[in-house]
């Protein structure tokens, strides 16, 4: 696939943004395609995920055949030269999309934007391919990567997907449910753009929204609110450790969570964004 960024601003925007993105967080991002470094790219997924009975989250001989294949494997090395992250993507029919499969950074290395930089990246490589759309699933109980998707790239999601890998045994999802969002990300809208370089649009809850509570949650705390023309629906602080202290309560907390967000998207709203405190802001399609 031939690369087209000095025939398309946009791409070399995105490639600037990459490395100012990969600059701020100190790594140094590439495309991998070296043996033995794909062997330790496996490694760090094993390390961030766990093994589960079917393997490494993703095994190095389907890493190598990515990469052969063409399509991208971002990895991300410290300082030091030590890979602290890595993500893999593949591209859809046509090119119409890149599939990210999976994205990770090491425990300590996630609050200094190395996720970011290597999501910066992967927009980068897809918009140097012509590609305008990256898609992929993420949990919706899972508060910090919902922010992440949805507030500091400035994806979307209006597709919720019920069990999408059916029973997981790794160290992170085992005992609950895989539903998953489905996250739309706009390489080249101006929302896109804008969060590329930093620029962030912090969302918070209104305070009126108390005023209106349509249900709480397993907690006893509200858990879905309403503004004009817009919902807003908490998930739990830390699901991970919820997990591992009550899976029944999890549990209520998924099937919570599964009905707001199909009845919400049945009706037309659209996931735009997440607050610091786990609410979800939900408008119509619209609106977004």
Known sequence: MSLIVEANPTARQAGKAAAAAAARAGVRV???????KLRDVEGLLVAI???SPHGAPIPFDLLRSIS?????????????GVLCGAAVGIVSPVGAATYSLIAGVL??????GVGFALKQHQRAWSLARGIETMTWTFDPLVSRNARFNLTKLGAH?????????????DDINANDESDRLVAIWPLSSERSI????ASVEELELPETALNNILEYGPDSR???????DTLWCRAPQ?????????????????LRIRGIFESAFASGYNASGVTRTGWYRLTKTNQA
């Open 238 to 254: 830390d699901i991970v450790a919820l997990r591992a202290a009550s899976s029944d309560e999890a549990g209520m907390w998924r």
């Open 222 to 228: 509200p858990v879905l609110l309403e503004t004009p």
């Open 107 to 112: 425990p300590g290395a996630a609050d200094k």
């Open 49 to 51: 995920w766990g093994m």
């Open 157 to 169: 999601a209006f597709e919720y997907a019920r069990d999408f890998y059916g029973e997981m045994h």
């Open 68 to 80: 052969h294949a063409g399509c991208n494997v971002s990895a991300a090395y410290n300082a030091d």
């Open 30 to 36: 590439v495309d991998e395609h070296d043996r033995d």
């Open 194 to 197: 804008s969060c590329s370089e």
